[in-house]
């Protein structure tokens, strides 16, 4: 299966290891941080060093900025699933929409469990939600 991991910067480390792990399982695996199959990896550190030193729509403006969300959409694009690896900011979950809007298959994975009021009555729309590794997998592979 074409997954898809979305999640967040501070997240990084353990979406990465999602990624390698599903990899091993057979599954082809974009994630935002893993520049190893030539992604283009961004960060708005990039650009500023203080988000809040910029305006939304220069931030939008900056070639780094549209080369990525160029990037991103390509891996959307591709995926026929879509992991939510929670922590995750508001671009995750933007991308979790837009996938689950095509139609694809999408699952939020809360792997140190579901963090009080970091949630939604709109995690309806996902096919999964889980805190257990195999409960995913299993998803994955047609579960």
Same mark, same amino acid.
């Given at each position: &299966?074409?997954?898809?991991?979305? /999640?967040?910067?501070?997240?990084?480390?353990?979406?990465?290891?999602?990624?390698?792990?599903?990899?091993?399982?057979?599954? @082809?695996?974009?994630?935002?941080?893993?520049?190893?199959?030539?992604?283009?990896?961004?960060?708005?550190? @990039?650009?500023?060093?203080?988000?809040?030193?910029?305006?939304?729509?220069?931030?939008?403006?900056?070639?780094? /900025?549209?080369?990525?969300?160029? @990037?991103?959409?390509?891996?959307?694009?591709?995926?026929?699933?879509?992991?939510?690896?929670?922590?995750?900011?508001?671009?995750?979950?933007?991308?979790?929409?837009?996938?689950?809007?095509?139609?694809?298959?999408?699952?939020?994975?809360?792997?140190?469990?579901?963090?009080?009021?970091?949630?939604?009555? &709109?995690?309806?729309?996902?096919?999964? &939600?889980?805190?257990?590794?195999?409960?995913?997998?299993?998803?994955?592979?047609?579960?």
């Amino acid at each position: &299966m074409k997954i898809y991991i979305a /999640s967040s910067w501070r997240n990084a480390e353990t979406a990465y290891s999602i990624t390698v792990f599903l990899r091993h399982q057979g599954h @082809e695996v974009d994630c935002f941080c893993d520049d190893s199959d030539g992604r283009y990896v961004f960060s708005w550190k @990039e650009i500023i060093k203080d988000k809040n030193a910029i305006d939304a729509i220069s931030f939008l403006r900056d070639k780094r /900025s549209q080369k990525a969300f160029q @990037e991103d959409k390509k891996w959307l694009d591709w995926c026929e699933c879509l992991i939510l690896v929670l922590p995750a900011g508001n671009s995750s979950h933007l991308e979790a929409g837009y996938v689950k809007g095509q139609g694809k298959r999408f699952a939020i994975y809360a792997p140190y469990g579901f963090i009080p009021g970091e949630f939604d009555v &709109m995690y309806g729309f996902a096919d999964l &939600m889980t805190e257990h590794h195999k409960e995913l997998f299993k998803f994955l592979d047609g579960g």
